[in-house]
């Protein structure tokens, strides 16, 4: 069995020994396996990674032949090239130290193997996601980690709010499913194959006999879908009912970024569709501003933060919209680093406080949780983008690329985009602000227990937080170049990178400045604006209504339909109404016949000497 | 007429007689007798015919449907003793009880 194979298969194992034994075999033997196996899956990676650079050629490894249709044959490959290798890196280190952080965050839980079973499966569907060579691999995980997904953000499954946020995720993920099936098809249809090295070098080998813009769209809204894009963003702040760690795992750091991965692999495709592109970073551009501005509006901790998470993706996808494809993996990759530590301090600050989630029941917590506010600071400075932290480096090119790229790079990008970064410093300190610093507003009794989280769970911050601080100075879009070139740079545009660099660190300065303007000490002026601008605050808190909105153009309709059409006409009249027919003209017809049976003995012998005289009267007449 | 004119009709008359009290009496004995009756009046016109024709298999065959006969009323006779144990009566009216 291949290294790849191995990868890919150990996390698989840990699920089974986890789901099948794990509540038998007890604690000790769920967090060695659960946290073993994923190490495992990232030494092997690292393997992997050396025979790339040593070899050189992508490696390909076929596990299982699926399918022979013809002469198609449908693989289970693996397909590792360097991007492939970044993502596996990320998947399998952020995914292996969250892991670790949760043997403390869910030490007590009496769900325990299950939560680790339902981590490895996770894992391991990812794992297929980036590795696979075929879109059909791909699609299996891509399906698999909303499985995944959904059992994990469903957690809790006792309260049914938690169900509601699971079953949220997976519908609106189906729908965006649909298009990334047209597109899968539309692709088999036109090149007879779905490896996707083989689409891509298809594409760029010359005109090819299907609408590159048209596939495109398809296969941007099934990313758009995973990876919460409008409109289809509806369900990751609703995932934040999951257990911390999964908010951090899939909602952050991993299963989110698998649509810019899709974007990036098919990067061939996006390059020779220009409509495609520039919807991707209209899309993004759009999606980046509209979910900072929500943003500021929240009170849950984590609803601050996944918001936070649709905006970066939000950054990416302009990223891959102005084909700078390189980096939007290095903003996936600095990104992975910050969010995770982002979340798994919120994580931390929720297990100090007993379970509370409210940044209004919060405050002056740096003292008493010191090594969570160090790492929660250095990763919100790295978001904000502050040089010389990792967030700084990867949204710092996206901007550039955003302004400059010959591929639709414009001003106006550039400015929504340097606006959004402008918001994004604003929220994430005034969430550092309202929950660390100023004056403790944490009821009473809570404040009594508060301390700081066990070494598994800070370790763990710490070294995300070293990540985010470094991550950045390592060159992704430089290692990637040779697979996804950097677009060509408008020649008018290059005496303003040092400026605009300079511009980027100054927005982001002016959003500190202005969270602590509004927020520092007793936050008397943000009440003050929130009063004067209490309708736009109500708009933002309630996400601009589109749970609403949807509710109303979509469920209510749907709704009526079902209940009118299918249930009244359909199932009630016409099944049920056909049946009962049938059966009820079964019914007069065995009540017509059964008055023959009489039971009087006599009257059967009677009729059968009449029938056998009659038939005697009929040969002789008739013979 | 001759005899075998004579025995003939004599079967007949017999296998009326039986197929009559089968249709008309209400007891489940007389029906059975009834029944055996009109077998007999069968057997009779074998015997006749196989007399007609000269033939020895026609007499023998009367003895197998007397076994016949006899082995059908072993059976017919306690079937009546059970309905008989079940319901004290003999009318087979009183056994219809799957009528429509």
């Not at chain 1, 980046?288 to 609803?303: G, L, P, S, V």
């Not at chain 1, 919209?321 to 798994?344: D, E, M, Q, S």
């Not at chain 1, 249930?567 to 009540?591: K, Q, S, V, Y």
């Amino acid at each position: 069995m291949g290294t790849l194979t191995l990868i890919v298969l150990l996390p698989l194992l840990g699920f089974l020994a986890n789901g099948l034994l794990g509540n038998a075999l007890g604690k000790r033997f769920v967090s060695v396996v659960g946290c073993g196996l994923p190490l495992a899956s990232f030494a092997l990676a690292v393997l992997a990674l050396r025979a790339l650079e040593a070899g050189g050629a992508p490696i390909v490894e076929v596990a299982y032949t699926w399918a022979l249709i013809g002469d198609t044959a449908f693989e289970i490959a693996f397909y590792f090239d360097r991007l492939a290798a970044v993502m596996t890196l990320v998947v399998t280190g952020v995914g292996s130290v969250i892991h670790i952080y949760s043997t403390g965050y869910m030490h007590d839980d009496r769900s325990y193997a299950r939560f680790f079973a339902y981590l490895n499966l996770f894992l391991f569907f990812m794992l297929l996601l980036v590795l696979g060579r075929s879109m059909l691999v791909l699609f299996v995980g891509w399906e698999g980690v909303g499985l995944a997904s959904y059992l994990l953000i469903g957690f809790w499954y006792e309260d049914p709010a938690n169900a509601a946020a699971g079953k949220k995720a997976f519908i609106t993920n189906r729908v965006g499913d649909a298009g990334f099936l047209l597109g899968m098809f539309l692709l088999y249809f036109a090149f007879g194959t779905l490896d996707m090295d083989r689409i891509d070098a298809a594409f760029m080998s010359g005109p090819v006999a299907v609408s590159a813009s048209l596939a495109g769209v398809l296969l941007f809204i099934g990313a758009s879908g995973k990876s919460a894009q409008i409109p289809l963003h509806v369900w990751l702040p609703d995932a934040m009912a999951g257990p911390t760690p999964v908010s951090a795992l899939i909602h952050a750091a991993t299963m989110v970024t698998a649509g810019v991965y899709l974007v990036a692999r098919m990067s061939g495709l996006y390059l020779n569709a220009p409509e495609a592109s520039a919807l991707v970073a209209a899309i993004g551009a759009a999606t980046a501003f509209f979910a900072a501005t929500i943003a500021i509006a929240q009170n849950d901790i984590k609803r601050v933060l996944a918001y936070s998470t649709v905006s970066q993706l939000g950054f990416m996808f302009a990223a891959l919209g102005v084909g700078a494809y390189g980096v939007a993996i290095f903003h996936v990759f600095t990104h992975a680093f910050f969010k995770a530590c982002l979340f798994l301090g919120a994580g931390s600050v929720i297990h100090a406080l007993s379970g509370e989630q409210d940044i209004r029941r919060m405050g002056g917590l740096a003292k008493k949780i010191p090594l969570t506010f160090a790492t929660f600071l250095v990763a919100t400075a790295a978001i904000a983008g502050i040089p010389p932290l990792a967030g700084f480096f990867s949204k710092d090119e996206i901007l550039w690329f955003a302004f400059a790229s010959a591929r639709g790079g414009s001003p106006l990008l550039w400015a929504v985009l340097a606006a959004t970064a402008l918001l994004t410093a604003f929220y994430m300190f005034r969430l550092l602000w309202l929950v660390f610093l100023g004056r403790s507003r944490v009821t009473p009794e809570v404040a009594h227990h508060v301390h700081e989280s066990p070494w598994s769970m800070t370790g763990v911050l710490v070294v995300l937080a070293i990540l985010s601080a470094f991550g950045g100075f390592v060159a992704i879009p430089h290692f990637l170049e040779p697979l996804l070139p950097l677009p060509a740079v408008a020649e008018s545009a290059r005496p303003l990178h040092k400026p605009l660099i300079a511009l980027a660190i100054a927005i982001a300065a002016a959003g500190i400045a202005a969270a602590a303007y509004f927020f520092g000490g007793e936050a008397k002026r943000a009440a003050a604006v929130g009063e004067r601008f209490a309708g736009v605050r109500r708009v933002l808190a309630n996400k601009y209504y589109v749970d609403e909105l949807y509710e109303a153009a979509i469920g209510r309709p749907l709704l009526w339909i079902s209940e009118h059409v299918f249930l009244r006409l359909g199932d009630r009249a016409l099944i049920d109404g056909t049946l009962h027919a049938l059966a009820a003209a079964a019914r007069g017809g065995a009540a017509m016949f059964a008055r023959v049976q009489t039971g009087s003995l006599q009257l059967y012998v009677f009729l059968v000497l009449a029938g056998a005289a009659a038939s005697l009267l009929w040969i002789w007449r008739h013979v | 007429m001759d005899k075998v004119q004579l025995l003939l009709t004599l079967a007949a008359a017999l296998f009326a007689l039986g197929l009559l009290g089968v249709t008309v009496r209400r007891n489940l004995l007389v029906m059975l007798m009834c029944m055996e009756l009109a077998l007999n009046g069968a057997n009779l016109a074998l015997v006749t015919f196989a007399h007609q024709m000269g033939e020895a298999v026609g007499a023998v065959l009367v003895f197998l449907i007397f076994v016949v006969a006899a082995a059908e009323i072993a059976i017919a006779i306690p079937i009546v003793l059970l309905l008989v144990r079940r319901k004290r009566t003999l009318d087979p009216g009183a056994y219809s009880d799957l009528r429509g």
